[in-house]
Nanobody, 117 residues
Framework: QVQLVESGGGLVQTGGSLRLSCAAS????????MNWYRQAPGKERELVAGISDNGDATYYDDSVKGRFAISRDNALNTVDLQMNKLKLEDTAVYYC??????????WGRGTQVTVSS
């Protein structure tokens, strides 16, 4: 059974930092493309960042470029999202997603990030 469990969310002031982590189990982690998505109240879920199976390639939405950094540890089956210089508009539930070569997609339950002024 595939499980993705996010952690690290919380309340932070504007300009602050948080580090999210996603722990994966039940899948061949080093074959999975991993992504972080977020969903703000009243908005659609959007892709924030992604990382290739071996970590050599990364992707960032323009809204987080230069502030967020995605990384993975294939030995520990984790993918992290370092978030710096947080803005009010970064407030959302952040989700971890795994995309496998079989085209199966799995989601975590999310972790809340709230940025306050």
């Amino acid at each position: 059974q595939v499980q993705l469990v996010e952690s690290g969310g919380g309340l932070v002031q504007t300009g602050g930092s948080l580090r999210l982590s996603c722990a994966a189990s039940g899948l061949t982690f080093n074959s999975a493309i991993m992504n972080w998505y977020r969903q703000a109240p009243g908005k659609e879920r959007e892709l924030v960042a992604g990382i290739s199976d071996n970590g050599d390639a990364t992707y960032y939405d323009d809204s987080v470029k230069g502030r967020f950094a995605i990384s993975r540890d294939n030995a520990l089956n984790t993918v992290d999202l370092q978030m710096n210089k947080l803005k009010l508009e970064d407030t959302a539930v952040y989700y971890c997603r795994a995309y496998l070569p079989t085209h199966n997609i799995y989601w975590g339950r999310g972790t809340q990030v709230t940025v306050s002024s």
